[in-house]
């Protein structure tokens, strides 16, 4: 069944056209991984899919579970179960993490394994990367989502903790058939999720859809994404 939907879509930010002419499908319980260069249209992509009124849609649609969302406010879309993980979560100076996220359960923070003291600190101040990319999980799984979005969730991850962000994302949301989008630079974290679909991204078009994204990321280490430009390999 197909979750998501995307066909023709452009957006636009300041009067400056960024999307061009995007499609794009995902399947419940998928899991797509989206690499590009940097300002190739990656985020403001993800924040589209989420109804971020920064971003204007000036043509095309988007269909979530078989209803159009084009023109839904972001509120609805995380009711309907569409979740974006911010690449840099925003920090709230005053606001005890205990009071975003209210009803944490026992079973969350065995989950977690985190000190309990963090939810007595101001929400995301002088957290640490990992510290930061933690409480982003949890209120992701909070929320009960049918498709996350994860924006660079691996910034800012030593090795240790990427392992530890990336089984939970596995165990609490893959396994329970949950549709991810992976959006990053680095293709550690694909590793352990192991993505069906790699899409690349340039200049605000996806330009490419391959299945084998170990394929994809050695020709983008060894050429940079100018060979993604012409390479008929990478279509599958």
């Known amino acids: 069944m197909k979750l998501l939907k995307i066909k023709n879509l452009w957006v636009k930010s300041k009067e400056r056209e960024i999307i061009r002419g995007v499609d794009f499908e995902m399947k419940a319980g998928e899991v797509q991984v989206l690499l590009g260069p940097n300002a190739s249209g990656k985020s403001t992509f993800a924040h589209s899919i989420a109804g971020d009124p920064r971003f204007e849609i000036t043509k ?33 100076p005053g606001i005890k993490f205990s009071q975003i996220i209210e009803n944490i359960k026992k079973k969350d923070n065995q989950i977690f394994k985190i000190d309990p003291s963090l939810f007595l600190r101001e929400f995301n101040v002088n957290f ?32 240790k903790k ?31 999720l192991r993505p069906s679909v790699t899409n690349v991204m340039i200049k605000g078009k996806i330009i490419c859809k391959a299945k084998d994204y170990k394929r994809v990321l050695a020709i ?6 100018e060979k993604c430009k012409r390479c008929k390999l990478l279509s599958d």
């Open 60 to 92: 095309g649609y988007i269909f979530f579970a078989g209803k159009n969302i084009t023109k839904l406010p972001p509120e609805d879309r995380v009711n309907l179960g569409i979740v974006l993980s911010w690449q840099t979560p925003p920090a709230f």
């Open 128 to 159: 640490s990367g990992g510290e930061r990319k933690i409480a982003e999980l949890m209120q992701v799984l909070y929320l009960k989502p049918r498709l996350v979005i994860f924006d660079e969730i691996d910034t800012g991850l030593d090795i």
């Open 162 to 192: 990427l392992k530890e962000v990336s089984k939970i994302i596995k165990k609490e949301l893959i396994n329970k058939g949950v549709s991810v989008l992976l959006i990053t630079h680095s293709g550690v974290i694909l590793n352990f």
């Open 220 to 225: 983008i280490e060894k050429y940079d994404y």
